[in-house]
């Protein structure tokens, strides 16, 4: 069982930047793959970002170049870094834990999935 608990969410202008941290329970952190979803009002979630166990990383086109995922296994937490905000970033942002298979963009693949936390871009 993991509990994934979201932080660093805010209201920014676009143009700038936050970090995202999810914190993991339990000391199996180090065998799930972790990743990144997001689900703006009106849409289907959708998958941002994420990093393997051996921190091999994956990303949407629309946010490549943008957002960087990194992983802390001592500290039990995923990041995920994002530069140049823009409006469309709005969402609500989730991490979430996989332990079995291979590095996926699949959100049905993953077991554990965190509360959320509010991201907004404004103008």
């Known amino acids: 069982q993991v509990q994934l608990v979201e932080s660093g969410g805010g209201l920014v202008q676009a143009g700038a930047s936050l970090r995202l941290s999810c914190a993991a329970s339990g000391r199996t952190f180090g065998d799930y793959h972790m990743g990144w979803f997001r689900q703006a009002p009106g849409k289907e979630r959708e998958f941002v970002a994420a990093?393997?166990?051996?921190?091999?990383?994956h990303y949407a086109d629309s946010v490549k170049g943008r957002f960087t995922v990194s992983r802390d296994n001592a500290k039990n937490t995923v990041y995920l870094q994002m530069n140049s905000l823009k409006l469309e970033d709005t969402a609500v942002y989730y991490c979430a834990a996989d332990r079995w298979g291979a590095l996926t963009v699949v959100s049905d693949n993953y077991d554990y999935w965190g509360q959320g936390t509010q991201v907004t871009v404004s103008p």
């Open positions: 990093i393997s166990r051996s921190s091999s990383t």
